[in-house]
């Protein structure tokens, strides 16, 4: 896992306005216009987030004619997968290190 891929996904995701992209996208190929119509944005702000999106992986574009279609990218998802697992191990076994040396504290009283 590379944190600081996942540090660009994850400032990526802060901003509402590409979470809502990303939402968009899941459910299928989108243009730059109908992102910019669903979100009530102006399509310079939608291609500064577009760019953001595709830098960190979570995004891919391809111009078909005179449209340029988004799709999600599963790179940055996978990413952000691989971060949420690790820390999710390494929290367990903090939690369970600690159980550990409370029931042995509770043990010896």
Not at 48 to 59: D, K, S, W
Request: hydrophobic fraction near 45%; include cysteine.
């Amino acid at each position: 896992m590379q944190p600081g891929v996942a540090d660009e996904v994850l400032a990526a995701l802060g901003d509402a306005t590409r979470r809502a992209i990303v939402r968009l996208v899941t459910d299928g190929p989108q243009t730059v216009s109908s992102l910019a119509a669903a979100l009530d944005v102006t399509l310079t702000a939608i291609i500064q987030h577009l760019r953001v999106l595709q830098a960190c992986g979570l995004l891919q574009t391809r111009k078909v004619g005179r449209v340029r279609i988004c799709e999600l990218d599963h790179r940055g998802l996978d990413v952000l997968a691989s971060w949420v697992a690790y820390n999710r191990r390494m929290w367990e076994q903090r939690f369970d290190s600690l159980g550990a040396m409370l029931q042995e504290d509770a043990e010896g009283k």
